[in-house]
Structures are given as C-alpha cells and as structure tokens.
C-alpha cells in the first residue's frame, strides 16, 4: 500500500471525521458513520495482548459495537484521522486468538476478516488494507507464532510491540529493528496502557507494505521459525543460561500465593464480590434517584403542559416511563462494567474465574459462567450477552438459560415492598429474608443448570484452559471507554424493547376508557363545591375521588379483564385479581410491579411514599379480605425470585441462544418452576396454620 | 494415560516422568506429551505449552498453573503463565529439565 492509496479516498468529508482531533475525544459519538475510502485497518492479536487498549486508545470514543454476521463474536469498529487532511483510518479489532489455525469462533472471524469473506455487521466485506499486529512485549515469543501465521496472508503489515514499558522495567532487551528486519515491516515499539508512541502508528497504517518476508506453513516448522526469531531479536539464546529475573512474575507469584490459595482464596474472591456488589448498590444509588426525579419531574411537566387526553397520557405515562425505567438502571450497569473492566485489567478476573470453575463445574457450568452470572445480578441483558466468552456451546447455552435467576436489579423494589409487608417491623429478618431471595436465585440456577446437563445438554463442562495475565495496574482509560460502550448498548438493546413493551402496557391499563363511577363522580362534586370555600378540605376529598377513579378504571381496562380472567389460575397462589393484574403487567418488566399494584390498590404511583406502602399492606379485596397475608406476601415473594419476568430478557436469549425455542423453555421452566414452589409455599404456611 | 492418577503416581510406562498435577511447585520441567483432546492439545499448543516446552510449576491442584518460559531452543523471558483444570493437568506429562 502507498501514501496515495492512503490519501485517494473520494470522500473525506464525512461528517464523522471532520475536524477530528487526533485524540478522537472532542467530538463524542457513538454512532460513528464509515466514509467510503476509509483505510480498513484489522487489529489482531493474543488475548491480553493489550489490543483493546490500544484500539480505545487510537479511536477514543469514535467507536461502535456490534457483531460478526452469523456469530456472536463482538465486533469494535472505530475511526481514526489519517495522516493526511481528509483520510479515515476503520479499525477492526478482532477478537484476542492464540493461533489463526485453532477450531474457535474467534479463530474462525479473523481468518475471514483477513480474507476479505467477512465484516463487522453494517459494514462492507473487503480485504483489509492493512493489518495492525499487536504483539504483547513481555511475551514475544508467543505472538510471533500468531504473527508468523499472519505474515503467510500478504497482507501490508505493521506491528504494534505493546506493554514496551513493563518489558523494559523486566529487565527486557528486544531489538526492535533486527525484528523489523527479519519480519520485512515495520515495528513500533508502543505502550497502550501510558500511550507512548502511539501516534506514531498512524502514518505507518497509511504506508504499510507487504512483508518481504514469508514464514513456513506446517507448524512444527513455524513454531521453530518463531523461537529463532525470538532468539535473534533478543539475543538471549545462550543454551545453559537460566531464565532471566522477572519481577512482576515475582509479584504475580506472590500475589497468586493468597488469591489463588485453596482456603485464602475463595475468602478473598467473597471479599471482592461483596465489595463489588457494595459498589453497584452504594454508588449506583444517588444516580439513580437522579434519574427517578428527573423523570418524576418530565413526566409532570407534560402533563402540565399538554391537555388531558390520550397524547399527554401517552407520553407522559407510556414513553417517559418508559424511557425511565429502563434509563434509572444505567448507573448500575455503569459501575458493574467499570469495576469488572478494572478488574479484568488486573489480571485478577482470569484466577476468579478458575476458582470458581471448581465450584461450578459440578453443576454442569464452566468457570467462564462465573462473570456472566455474577453480570445478572444487576441486569440479565449484559450478563446474557457476556456469554459470548464461553467457548463450549452447551456450557453457554446452559449459561444463557439459567442467568435470569440471579437476583437482577428490577427485582429489588418488589423484594422491597414485599419484606417490608412480611417483617414491618423487624428489619433484621428482612434482611435475612433479601439474602435468602438471592441464595433462593442462584440455588435455582445451579440446579436448572445441572438438570439441563443431565438431560438435553448431556454431557459435562468442558474444563478450563485460561491464560492468567501477570498482575498489572489497570487503565482508568479503558475501563472509562468500555463503561461507556456497554452503558449506551445497554440502552441501545433494553431501551427500546422496554419502551415499547412500556408503550403496550400503558395501552392495555388505559383502555377502554369508561365513565368514571358514580361515588367518584359524587366525591368530585363535593370537592368543587368546597374549592371556593375550604380548599384545604376538598383536597382529600378530590384525592379520594382520584384514587376510587383510578381504581375503577384500572379495573375495567384490558389490563383488569386480562387479570380478571387469569385470577383462577393464580388462586391457589392466595392472588385476587388485582394481584394478578401486578404479575401480569410485570411480565413485561418485573419492576412495573410495585408501581401497577399501587395504582390498582391506592390510585397512586409514587412507591417511594411510605404512606403507599401501608396503603398496599391494608388493601383488601372485593370481598373486604387484605390481599397480602403473610401466606400470599411469601408466596408472591418466591415467585418473583424464580419467574421469568422480563420479555427483553426473553428476546435476547432468542438471539444469543440461536432460537426462540430456547426462549420459550425458559419462559415455561422458570414460570413453571415459580408457580410450583409458591404453590408449595403457601401450602406448607396454610397447613402450618399462617394464614 | 489412566484417566484418575493420584499426586504420587508417575506414569508407570515412563520412570521419571511425572503428570503436572503431581509436579512439584517452583519446579522447572520439560513437556514430555499432552495427551488431550485435539481442541485442548492445540489451544495448549498455541498458548506455547507442547512438547519440548520448558514450564516452571506456579501451583499445583484445582486448579494447576503453569508458566511457559520457554520454547524448544531458546530461554526467554516471556511469562505465558496458563491455568489449567486439575483433570487436564493429569494428562499432560513433564520430565525433569536436564
């Protein structure tokens, strides 16, 4: 490739990398539009070869996700200034690979990228103008065999020799020159991580040229190219020389001394997992009541602004709801995808993994389920989408199915309300209680999982082969970026299912319109014949008439007839009809629970209010009974631990599952599994005389 | 290779060779053989742990660690230190480093 390949693009204004700094930061995007002539550029390299870092850190936030058509590989597609005035570098970073040669996924895109056969999703398939080979400096002979691989492609080449800094802090002598030499491209020695000569990379990608240089094909005779290269770039092949000193290996094995030991470890793996989920709960929370308030407010402001009727009730009731109960969880998943990328960065993610895999294998799950398992625990959707990791197909899939057991966070306001019913005034054992939903949650996903691998997915896990990274400090940079990128999928995937999820159910509560009923219509008179007089007296008399208006429009909406006519089969569970409207209307979203029942029982949505929640606790039923005995509040209480209540859930494991049939038989078994165990629940508490 | 060998068993068709799971930890070894399946022998392979390798063993049990120090010829300071199911690790046997 020449400089005028580089330069010849036809159209270099492109609204997405017009005056784009080369940080890549003064514009933030992510919607980022490829232009036409834009050097395709594939990064490839070993895993924890510091790829990703390096791509963040050339495109910034001038980068997309997506996937590889046909896969569930995820594909980074970022943009970087060219050299010249005008000329767009597309990066690819293709998925971290040991060998172009294995029989992986991974393996399998980057040879069709490299092929020209494959492209991220939206994008054109083409042969890559060049290909960015990121070999990890502290471990160099090993790249070399992935890079021997690549060179055989002739395809222009430049190589990246990343991590430089801790390689040279080690103690490491590699001649960058004589391996630009014997390799026929040129070699920059980079750190990603402090992001030392990364600029320089950039004029490179636009000059690359062909190697002049071809590495043998059979591996025997590559892997033996690979350690003479090595040999010569180092000069350390002195047969008898014993290994040089390594001092973060040292580090590593002192480290690897507590966190990797059989008692100590597994102290230290519940020590970080508490703090995480401290993290998650503590920091995520004044965000999140930002947002409820911010959304209170908009919802507020547009019925204020607009007129009564079906466009105000819409917005404000349907999409700002909408929007906002999906946007109130952003902060959650932020901090998770912040801490785990710091973590992984560290190295430490790779040893919780591996320990886990011995408590996990005996279900019939590999150690890899661990990070999307422990993902679930604030929202399914990313934990779901984290499988794409697991390499064994059956141990995904059995991953896939089993994650919506874990305690999501759109489970928390219903566990909130019901233990505050059950244990008023004892909060220590509601807090029992919530620990127990969480152990009830992973118990019933363990045992699922070992079912699912003793029939439809026979076969055990697949034990586990892991590179375990020496310790490094992590990149605030990259944990930022990756925070970001999966925030913004985060609303990208849930928002709009749950919006228009949202959308539908506002429909079914509020319609058909009906009159309102005679008491409200005569509570409401009272109160206006009151407002000239005592305002402060036709304030609750006009709240009543709401409340009993609500109610009964509630009642005969679709949402009521559906309840109504579904109560039959949820009375064995102690549910009238107007706890089957909440598990109804909370099939779309298990959180619109709390807000559905304080409507049907009090004409109020505001579940913060611990006027409300008394109110919910003394609501009766048609017949003048409470609807939450302590048999229905325990019962309705494991049935939202173990049901399947989340139609976004439900479509992303269609998607990532490869079938709707996968979807369906979660619905059914955990739906199914739910209603049984309340069943018995209530059961056992109405024979043991606990109404 | 049997599939189940206790830490004190050496494999008996070969005196001084020992599986990684029965190593000793801190020790340097040279791979005799991988006997796994393809999948998990050429994984292996790539990471750089194969026949003729040079490990050093970081911990031995549930699960094994080791770290490849070197390829056939040279010595080197790279640090590709794996992890490895304690099952699997019983079938990839070490000798001593000469």
């Not at chain 1, 928002?495 to 005679?518: D, F, K, Q």
Request: proline residues 6%; aromatic residues 6%; neutral net charge.
């Amino acid at each position: 490739m020449s400089d005028s390949r580089a330069t010849g693009g036809p159209d270099t204004s492109a609204p997405a990398t017009q005056s784009q700094p080369d940080c890549g930061y003064c514009e933030p995007t992510h919607h980022v539009d490829v232009p036409e002539g834009a050097l395709r550029v594939a990064i490839l390299g070993n895993p924890n070869a510091g790829k990703t870092t390096l791509f963040n850190r050339l495109s910034g936030l001038r980068a997309k996700t997506s996937n590889f058509p046909g896969t569930t590989q995820e594909a980074r597609v970022g943009l970087v200034q060219g050299q010249a005035p005008g000329t767009t570098i597309e990066l690819i970073d293709l998925p971290g690979v040991y060998s172009l040669e294995l029989e992986q996924t991974e393996a399998f895109v980057c040879r069709e990228v490299l092929a020209g056969r494959l492209a991220p999703k939206g994008e054109r398939a083409a042969d890559p103008d060049a290909v960015l080979i990121v070999l990890d400096a502290t471990n160099l002979a090993r790249g070399l065999l992935l890079t021997g691989e690549t060179l055989r492609r002739r395809l222009p080449t430049v190589i990246a020799l990343n991590m430089i800094d801790l390689a040279r802090r080690d103690g490491a002598v590699i001649n960058a020159s004589t391996l630009a030499h014997e390799l026929g491209c040129r070699v920059v020695e980079v750190s990603a991580r402090t992001g030392e000569n990364v600029a320089a990379l950039v004029p490179l990608l636009c000059a690359a040229v062909i190697p002049n240089q071809t590495p043998p094909g059979a591996v025997d005779a590559l892997e033996h190219w690979a350690e003479e290269l090595y040999a010569r770039c180092t000069g350390l092949a002195k047969p008898g020389e014993p290994p040089q000193s390594r001092r973060s290996a040292d580090v590593t094995d002192r480290i690897d001394a507590v966190t990797m030991h059989p008692l100590a470890g597994p102290v230290v793996l519940l020590a970080v997992m508490a703090g995480l989920f401290w993290s998650i709960f503590s920091l995520a929370k004044y965000p999140m009541d930002w947002i409820q308030t911010v959304f209170g407010a908009l919802s507020l402001a547009i019925k204020s602004w607009l007129p009564p009727g079906i466009l105000s009730s819409l917005i404000s009731e349907g999409v700002v709801a909408g929007v906002g109960a999906t946007a109130v969880f952003v902060p959650q998943i932020c901090v998770l995808f912040f801490l785990m990328s710091l973590l992984e960065d560290t190295g430490y993610l790779a040893r919780a993994a591996m320990l886990m895999d011995r408590l996990l294998r005996p279900f019939g799950l590999p150690g890899h389920a661990f990070v999307p398992l422990l993902g679930s625990h604030a929202c399914a959707l990313p934990g779901i989408m984290a499988t794409r990791a697991i390499p064994n197909f059956n141990d995904r899939l059995a991953t896939i199915l089993v994650a919506p057991f874990m305690t999501c966070s759109a489970r928390l306001p219903v566990y909130i309300l019901l233990t505050t019913l059950l244990f008023k005034d004892r909060p220590w054992a509601g807090s029992l209680a919530f620990i127990g939903c969480y152990a009830l949650g992973i118990a019933a996903g363990l045992l699922s999982s070992l079912l699912a691998r003793r029939t439809f997915l026979r076969g055990a896990s697949r034990p586990m082969i892991l590179e375990m990274p020496t310790y490094k400090l992590p990149s605030i940079r990259t944990a930022l970026l990756t925070t970001y990128d999966r925030g913004w999928m985060f609303l990208r995937n849930a928002g709009t299912n749950i919006l228009a999820i949202c959308v539908v159910m506002w429909w079914l509560g509020a319609y058909p319109h009906s009159e309102p009923p005679p008491e409200a219509v005569a509570l409401h008179q009272q109160a206006d014949a009151l407002e000239q007089t005592n305002p402060r007296a036709a304030k609750p008399i006009r709240a009543q008439a709401d409340l009993l208006e609500a109610k009964d429009a509630k009642a005969r909406s679709f949402a009521g007839m559906l309840g109504r006519g579904i109560q039959p089969i949820f009375a064995p569970l102690g549910y009238d009809w107007q706890l089957s409207v909440g598990v109804v209307s909370s099939f779309a979203a298990r959180e619109v629970f709390v807000s559905t029942l304080a409507v049907v029982t009090t004409g109020s949505d505001d579940n913060e209010d611990q006027g409300v929640i008394e109110q919910v606790q003394h609501a009766t039923r048609d017949d003048g009974t409470p609807i939450f005995t302590t048999s229905t509040s325990w019962s309705l209480l494991v049935y939202y631990v173990l049901a399947m209540q989340c139609l976004p859930t439900l479509a992303v494991t269609a998607r990532e599952a490869g079938g709707a049939k996968w979807a369906f038989l979660q619905l059914a078994w955990m739906c199914g599994l739910a209603y049984l165990a309340a069943l018995v629940v209530r059961q056992v508490l109405l024979w043991n005389g606990i109404a | 290779m049997p599939a189940v060998l206790t830490s004190a068993q050496r494999p008996p068709d070969a005196p001084g060779l020992f599986s990684l799971d029965a190593a000793r930890v801190g020790g340097i070894y040279i791979v005799e053989r991988v006997d796994l399946e393809a999948a998990d022998a050429a994984m292996l392979r790539a990471m750089g742990l194969r026949g003729g390798a040079m490990i050093r063993v970081c911990r031995v049990g549930e699960p094994t660690v080791a770290e490849v120090i070197s390829g056939h010829t040279c010595r080197c300071q790279c640090r590709c230190r794996i992890g490895i199911a304690r099952g699997l690790a019983r079938r990839i046997t070490l000798k001593r480093e000469a």
